[in-house]
């Protein structure tokens, strides 16, 4: 793929990351609004309890072991089922095509990844050493967040060299499929066999489907559907479905790009020549020239694989919705509840130095390893103060981690609830320190003008 065509792409994503931080931090502003105003707060802890049906008959599309789940488990389970598919999207694009498509672009974004994942699962294991119940939350401090993350490098357009935009987008995205593989073999209940028998086969028949040329979205995600399902009442989280029919949609085309652009080159050459004076007059079309128009844009959309038309199409709905009515339904902490001093031990403390330290100390220790042993090269146009910067941004986790935090300690009675808030308010402060500090760090590593 030329730069040319890779940069673009890459600016688009970043432009739309950038517009969705914005709504994520005024739905999360909200949400700590309404959970300490007397009066408004017993309204939004109550609204997330209130049972949700799509029955048919006896059968219930939204029940987990013959009990009907309420608003906040939709959110949390399927809702963000639906994030993790597009994340998964993501992730098999990145693979294929993008910034993770060969060792030279995926080496060091990984590399920093897995030191990003590993040090703050330390430094939260050291500080809540021996406590079964606080370590439920060792993984929380492990994601970055890619919206606010990359909402942060926006604040200094273009004084920021690509190349780092490019590496922190890569290690988001790497952290979400370690984020992904955690929630996957620690955070699954007890195996219920049948339902896991269910759940592979609708796997296999979405595998079949690629080996029989199905491109069909709809074909994908109503067993895709089938499969949350199945993987909800199976004890493996339900959000990995998300992830596997990710995986499962095809990203090749049934005939192969030649054969769509031959097409639309034999249909355009159909329509007469239209001379300049005529430009701004409306013709009106025959009944086989809109058949022919038809037909280029029939072939133009078969251009396009299932899964990145799946993926363009998804995004509005994960960025303007799903994630801003998450942020609503999860960032909301009693404040009367807690005290200042819940940031200074336990759970609270552990993910703030998590995101803080571990984050910055994981992702810049491993890079640098990496690059001084010749493994691979530092970004482009970029110096190690700006890359250190960076690493700091990195520590910004939100989405994931507030995710994970709720899988570990939701459920846990009156204990789980106030290790979730500390859990919660650790995520907060943590992600603005990190922010606050990398805003800084870069106003001053970062060069004034590129070159």
């Known amino acids: ?28 502003i909200l949400a700590l609004v309404c959970a300490n105003i007397p009066g408004v707060k017993d309204w939004y802890f109550s609204l997330w309890q209130n049972p949700v049906s799509l029955s048919l008959g006896n059968f219930n599309f939204f029940s987990h072991a013959g009990h009907t789940m309420n608003v906040g488990q939709v959110i949390n389970d399927f809702l963000m089922a639906i994030f993790f598919l597009s994340v998964g999207l993501e992730i098999k694009r990145e693979i294929l095509v993008g910034e993770l498509s060969s060792r030279e672009k995926a080496l060091l974004p990984i590399i920093g ?35 606010f993350s990359l909402g942060v490098l926006s604040v200094f357009k273009t004084r920021v060299p690509i190349g780092l935009k490019v590496f922190l987008a890569a290690l988001a995205v790497a ?69 596997i029919t990710a995986f499962c949609i095809p990203a090749t085309l049934r005939k192969g790009t030649g054969h769509y652009l031959e097409r639309i080159r034999e249909n355009v050459g159909k329509f007469p020549v239209i001379d300049i004076d005529d430009r701004h007059n409306t013709i009106v079309l025959t009944h086989d020239q809109i058949h022919t128009l038809k037909s280029i844009e029939s ?45 200074f031990s336990g759970v609270g403390l552990a993910v703030m130095i998590g995101l803080v330290v571990g984050k910055f100390l994981g992702v810049f220790s491993f890079s640098w390893i990496a690059i001084k042993l010749k493994i691979v090269q530092l970004p482009a146009h970029t110096t190690w103060k700006a890359f250190a910067s960076v690493c700091v ?3 910004i986790g939100f989405t994931v981690s507030m995710f994970i935090a ?21 995520v907060l402060v943590g992600s603005v320190v990190s922010a606050v500090l990398g805003c800084i760090l870069l106003g001053k590593t970062l060069p004034k003008e590129l070159k």
Request: charged letters at 10%; glycine letters at 8%.
């Open 299 to 343: 072939a133009a959309d078969k251009m396009i694989s299932p899964l990145q038309d799946l993926e363009d199409n998804l995004h509005g709905l994960i960025n303007f919705f799903i994630i801003p009515l998450f942020a609503f339904a999860n960032a909301g902490i009693d404040m009367s509840q807690m005290s200042f001093g819940s940031l």
């Open 113 to 147: 990844a897995c030191g990003g994942m590993a040090i703050p699962v330390l430094l939260f294991w050291l500080v809540c050493p021996g406590d079964a119940a606080m370590q439920r939350g060792i993984a929380i401090p492990m994601a970055t967040d890619i919206a």
């Open 175 to 243: 952290d979400d499929l370690g984020g992904i593989i955690v929630i996957a073999l620690f955070y699954s209940s007890h195996i219920d066999m049948m339902f896991l028998i269910l759940s592979a086969v609708c796997v296999a028949v979405m595998v079949a489907g690629n080996f029989l040329k199905c491109r069909a979205k709809f074909f994908y995600v109503l067993v895709g559907l089938v499969l949350w399902y199945t993987m909800l009442n199976s004890g493996i989280h339900s959000t990995i479905a998300g992830v």
């Open 393 to 395: 941004v990195c520590g």
């Open 406 to 426: 709720d899988l570990s300690y939701a459920g846990l009675g009156t204990e789980g609830a106030s290790l979730l808030a500390q859990a919660k308010l650790g």
């Open 1 to 28: 793929m030329p730069a040319t065509t890779t940069n673009y792409s890459f600016i688009s994503t970043f432009k739309k990351y950038v517009n969705s931080s914005v709504i994520l931090i005024f739905f999360t």
